[in-house]
């Protein structure tokens, strides 16, 4: 019992560096680590046969990558909403796979104690689904920031499709 209570005082006290940026009229967060940068979305190659939250592939510092729509893959999108506006795309690599996530602001960095993190929300989660995206819910003063796993949103299928976008485009 008394380990549980030393854990959480140096939880409170450790600090996560998070990227926090807007899909539908929620603020979404990413760890830091997961960002390799920041650009103003390129020009976007529509990919045939990929599915419409994959808006295609454009061209990033030399490196063909497939861009990636959130807002449409979490159904944010009202309907007759022009979703054109995207004017930034945050830039995520991993060994496995490198895409850009379209987002209509630019990002800001926030810096949060682990201790305003609740992982509980993983009953909101359906339990049938494997891919368990949502780290936790960050409280921020009022603010509330769903802190999402950016790899863990990328299924098998979204996965594919992403090496399918690119490999047609190289």
Do not use: C, W
């Amino acid at each position: 019992m008394a380990d549980k209570v030393i854990t959480r005082e140096k939880e409170s006290h450790r600090t996560l560096q998070i990227v926090v940026f807007k899909l539908g009229h929620e603020e979404y967060g990413l760890h830091i680590e997961q960002i390799k940068e920041v650009v103003i979305t390129p020009t976007i190659t529509r990919m045939p046969q990929t599915p419409s939250y994959v808006r295609g592939v454009a061209n990033i510092r030399g490196n063909v990558i497939a861009i990636f729509d959130l807002e449409e893959r979490f159904n944010l999108i009202k309907e007759g909403s022009q979703n054109n506006s995207n004017k930034y795309t945050l830039v995520v690599e991993s060994e496995d796979v490198k895409l850009g996530l379209l987002v209509n602001e630019v990002p800001n960095t926030v810096s949060v104690n682990a201790g305003d993190l609740d992982e509980t929300v993983s009953i909101i989660n359906d339990a049938n689904t494997e891919s368990n995206y949502i780290k936790g819910i960050i409280k921020s003063g009022k603010r509330l920031i769903i802190l999402i796993d950016i790899f863990r949103v990328i299924d098998q299928e979204m996965n594919s499709s992403i090496k399918r976008a690119t490999t047609l485009a190289a």
